[in-house]
């Protein structure tokens, strides 16, 4: 089974390509959702007692832990050692589905996978990417996004130039959908011929 590694900054169109994996039948786990369910169950608890106050009943809010560590290395760092071995547990119980099932190709969505080691895990990388400027306008778009907030989590992601460097196969979402998509099949026909 080849395992591909999904990744790309804020704003590059990630989520819309891991989409399109999925219309051509590729099972996909996705981190960032991973992360989301743990936030409403097993990441509570510790979290709170981490950094107490950031919870509200039972669930995680992503507002306030934010808040608490933005910013901050060292809590950043707390943060990531309770969340990241929750979500390769859930990682691995998805590989083990997936080849069971009798996947060929899977994805691994993961944001930050150069930036945690991750592409030691999977056969290949596949990294989404678009014109600066097209990033910009799609994540200063989002509900409570703001030039500051961008430049704190654009400043704990590698640069989109090494991401590029460093992988296997590129994504480029700024001409549009259909070209995305078509880049996608290209991808997984370049991942059948690995296969044989």
């Not at 804020?10 to 891991?18: C, L, N, R, V």
């Not at 994996?21 to 590729?26: K, Y």
């Not at 007692?49 to 507002?63: H, K, M």
């Not at 944001?111 to 799609?138: C, N």
């Amino acid at each position: 089974m080849i395992r591909l590694g999904l990744t790309g900054s804020i704003g590059m169109g990630k989520s819309t390509t891991a989409a399109f994996f999925r219309t051509f039948g590729v099972p996909v786990h996705d981190a960032d959702a991973t992360v989301h369910a743990l936030y409403r169950g097993a990441a509570v608890e510790p979290i709170e007692a981490a950094f107490p106050g950031t919870t509200r009943d039972g669930v995680v809010d992503r507002t306030l832990l934010a808040a608490r560590v933005l910013g901050d290395a060292a809590a950043i760092a707390r943060l990531e050692a309770i969340v990241h071995p929750l979500v390769r547990d859930a990682e691995r119980a998805f590989l083990a589905a997936a080849r069971a099932a009798g996947h060929r190709v899977v994805v691994l969505d993961i944001p930050l996978l150069f930036e945690t080691g991750a592409e030691a895990r999977v056969d290949a990388v596949v990294t989404v990417t678009a014109p600066l400027e097209v990033q910009r306008t799609r994540v200063l778009a989002r509900r409570g996004m703001t030039d500051e907030k961008l430049d704190h989590i654009l400043a704990r992601q590698m640069s989109d130039a090494e991401k590029r460097r460093r992988s296997h196969f590129l994504l480029d979402t700024g001409r549009g959908l259909e070209p995305a998509r078509r880049q996608v099949a290209g991808v997984l026909r370049a991942v059948a011929a690995m296969n044989r």
